[in-house]
């Protein structure tokens, strides 16, 4: 089991909007430190979505935009195209278990 | 653009000591941590270790006794080493480049490679 926890799947149509949830807990999100989010096609190296919790790398279209409240954090992305269907991953750092950590993954299907 | 390749053996044996070696190429060995984290079959990610360029390591609690890392600056290299292995080590590892910059995060991945335990 994850430490962060989000959603197994999630889905929507071409041009919608969809969000995917992270949820953690007091001695990583909500203890104040950063979440980065990461999109993964499955046999290809996972790639830097966001990080700092709302920040794009160069390239990473602004059809995909993180925000942090509390003790989780969302992705939102908006104009679904079919090319964004993949695994996605948040991460954070936790100070109980002093390392990084990983949700268990989100796979967005495009419909 | 920092890219990372990860090399090594596919099968292990139980009991045996699982190594790997991750090329760098394409940016500077001194401008990041050089990671390794893995994903079990079915699983989520798990952050293994890392190594500085001055060889500074940070390890996961539940992994530290097991675990060996080290970094060959002059080759763009960095390699993992994780003895007695199981079963529950069966898992797709990556190398990563890893910033730190107040927060951590992962920059750039590789493909990942297979590694299975069984005899």
């Known amino acids: 089991q994850s430490v962060l926890t989000q959603p197994p799947s999630v889905s929507g149509a071409p041009g919608q909007r969809v969000t995917i949830s992270c949820t953690g807990s007091?001695?990583?999100?909500?203890?104040?430190?950063?979440v980065h989010w990461y999109q993964h096609l499955p046999g290809t190296a996972p790639k830097l979505l966001i990080y700092?919790?709302?920040n794009r790398p160069s390239g990473v279209p602004d059809r995909f935009a993180g925000s942090k409240s509390g003790t989780s954090a969302s992705l939102a992305i908006t104009g679904l195209q079919a090319e964004d269907e993949a695994d996605y991953y948040c991460?954070?750092?936790?100070?109980?278990?002093?390392?990084?950590?990983f949700g268990g993954g989100t796979k967005l299907t495009v419909l | 653009q920092v890219q990372l390749q990860e090399s090594g053996p596919g099968l292990v044996k139980p009991s045996e000591t699982l190594s790997l070696t991750c090329t760098v190429s394409?940016?500077?060995?001194?401008?990041?941590?050089w990671s390794w984290i893995r994903q079990p079959p079915g699983k989520g990610l798990e952050w293994i270790t890392y190594?500085?360029?001055?060889?500074?390591?940070k390890s996961n609690p539940s992994l530290k006794s097991r675990l060996s890392i080290s970094i060959y600056t002059s080759q763009n290299q960095f390699s993992l080493r994780l003895t007695s292995v199981t079963a529950a080590d069966t898992a797709v590892y990556y190398c990563?480049?890893?910033?730190?910059?107040?927060?951590?995060?992962?920059?750039?991945w590789g493909q990942g490679t297979l590694v299975t335990v069984s005899s």
């Open positions: 990563a480049a890893q910033y730190c910059g107040g927060d951590c995060y992962f920059n750039y």
């Open positions: 394409g940016g500077s060995i001194s401008s990041y941590y």
């Open positions: 190594i500085s360029y001055t060889g500074s390591i």
């Open positions: 007091s001695s990583n999100i909500g203890a104040g430190y950063d």
């Open positions: 700092g919790n709302s």
């Open positions: 991460q954070s750092y936790d100070s109980s278990l002093s390392g990084w950590v």
